[in-house]
């Protein structure tokens, strides 16, 4: 499995169409949105064999110098074992200090 950051709406938008349960704030434009209001949002993919399994938009939350965290609302999966694998659960978090996040705030939603 590899973390790969989406700056594609066609992709993104075509994942999220295809969810029974799609949630409104993992939407390109809400991501827009929160972007035309000053905060940075992150969007990634979790792909495995050029499949995508679970994507989330995040949300950047800086708490002062040194200490930020993402913040990712209703995040749904297709797979409920996407994100619960070690190795995939493993590089989330990696992925996420690699890029300066001191932890992810995750609010997930029902699992597909």
């Known amino acids: 499995m590899q973390i790969i950051k989406c700056d594609n709406q066609s992709a993104w ?27 940075s949002v992150v969007r990634l993919q979790f792909v495995e064999n050029k499949n995508v399994l679970a994507q989330c938009q995040g949300i950047v939350h800086r708490l002062g ?10 995040m749904v999966t297709k797979n409920s074992t996407a994100l619960n694998l070690g190795a995939g659960e493993e590089l989330f978090f990696a992925f996420l200090r690699s890029y ?13």
């Open 65 to 74: 110098p040194g200490f930020s965290y993402l913040y990712i609302p209703r």
């Open 13 to 39: 938008d075509q994942w999220l169409v295809c969810l029974p349960h799609a949630e409104f704030l993992q939407s390109w434009d809400w991501g827009e949105f929160q972007q035309s209001i000053g905060r």
């Open 100 to 112: 300066g996040f001191t932890w992810p705030r995750l609010e997930p939603t029902v699992s597909l």
